[in-house]
């Protein structure tokens, strides 16, 4: 498709236990960002790819959490250990202009930790 | 406090009607200013950029004031279709991966 996806749609996992969170951007798209959004609120950033690079992981909210592009397009986010709070939309998405606008959105990985 | 804040809402107009709301900021080296609409269990898109002559898109307009550090935007002849969240988000000069995402307002037209 032209957009980008994200894989898996739901996630349910038990606390505690690791989870991988794919996002496929659109085809050449240089840029490629993670959000978290919680219910009500916006977008927060977690993580900034530069084709490969990893340039800016401030957003990431502990050392359970790592993103990686090993190839410049595809992109994984990955939760170790999982906790309730991690309970929330994971959004990608990716840009092919500097400024990084307008980003492009995938549906996103809604993901429920019991 | 919030880098960028947002009147949650909801608004609550009929059909018809011409609504605005607005965002502030709290950093002054913000760069860029845009508006995203987010529809229920979808994903955010971008709705316009706004810039600093203000513009206007259609029934859109955004305005920018640097000045007093908020954007808004005002939806004339409102329709049942612009029921949505719309989010506010600031970039900063200092990093093009610092984008920043207001928490929303949420909009409701009724017929």
Redesign the interface.
């Known amino acids: 498709g032209a957009g980008v996806s994200q894989s898996p749609r739901y996630k349910v996992a038990k606390r505690g236990q690791d989870v991988a969170l794919r996002c496929d951007p659109i085809s050449g798209h240089v840029?490629l960002?993670w959000?978290q959004q919680a219910l009500?609120?916006?977008?927060?950033?977690l993580t900034?790819f530069?084709n490969e690079a990893q340039?800016?992981k401030s957003g990431l909210p502990s050392d359970r959490f790592f993103a990686e592009r090993p190839e410049g397009s595809v992109s994984t986010l990955k939760i170790q250990r999982t906790q309730q709070e991690d309970s929330a939309v994971y959004?990608c998405a990716s840009s092919s202009r500097?400024?990084?606008?307008?980003?492009h959105?995938?549906?996103?990985t809604r993901l429920s930790i019991l | 406090r919030k880098e960028v804040e947002q009147d949650p809402g909801p608004f609550n107009v009929p059909e018809g009607a011409t609504v605005a709301f607005n965002c502030t900021y709290s950093n002054s080296a913000s760069q860029s200013f845009f508006w995203y609409r987010q529809d229920c269990r979808k994903e955010p898109k971008l709705l316009m950029s706004v810039y600093s002559s203000g513009n206007e898109d259609g029934r859109f307009t955004a305005q920018l004031n640097r000045a007093s550090q908020y954007i808004s935007l005002l939806i004339r002849d409102s329709k049942l279709s612009d029921s949505a969240t719309y989010l506010c988000v600031v970039t900063l000069y200092s990093s093009a991966s610092k984008i920043i995402f207001g928490s929303g307002t949420r909009l409701s037209i009724r017929p």
């Open positions: 840029s960002f959000y009500g609120q916006g977008p927060e950033f900034y530069q340039l800016d959004l500097t400024g990084n606008q307008p980003q959105f995938g549906d996103g």
